[in-house]
């Protein structure tokens, strides 16, 4: 069974920055794509999460519009970690960040999120 634990976020004031990070229990992690996600305060559906970034089993990264230029996604596969690098951060960056996994025949799963307030 794969569990997904996001830690990091935090309080942060406008400007500043955080390091999200993924931990991966389970099997074959590297098999997966990895993604993080947020979900602005007021959603209320897990459709209406945003993609902030993903990386595949082949460390090919892709970012979501909102975050572009201003986060970083990595991971170690020894360490069955992704990390989500946030700088320069605005107040419209609060939200929940969700950690996904995905793997075509693995299965797709969620994490329980971490919240990112950012507020001076």
């Known amino acids: 069974q794969v569990q997904l634990v996001e830690s990091g976020g935090g309080l942060v004031q406008p400007g500043g920055s955080l390091r999200l990070s993924c931990a991966f229990s389970g099997r074959l992690f590297n098999w997966y794509t990895v993604a993080w996600y947020r979900q602005a305060p007021g959603q209320e559906r897990e459709s209406e999460r945003e993609?902030?970034?993903?990386?595949?089993?082949?460390?090919?990264?892709n970012y979501g519009d909102s975050l572009k230029g201003r986060s970083t996604i990595s991971r170690d596969n020894p360490k069955n970690t992704v990390y989500l690098q946030l700088d320069n951060l605005k107040p419209e960056d609060t939200a929940v960040y969700y950690c996904n996994a995905i793997e075509q025949y693995l299965g797709n799963y969620w994490g329980q999120g971490t919240q990112v307030t950012v507020s001076s």
């Open positions: 993609l902030v970034a993903s990386i595949t089993n082949d460390f090919a990264t």
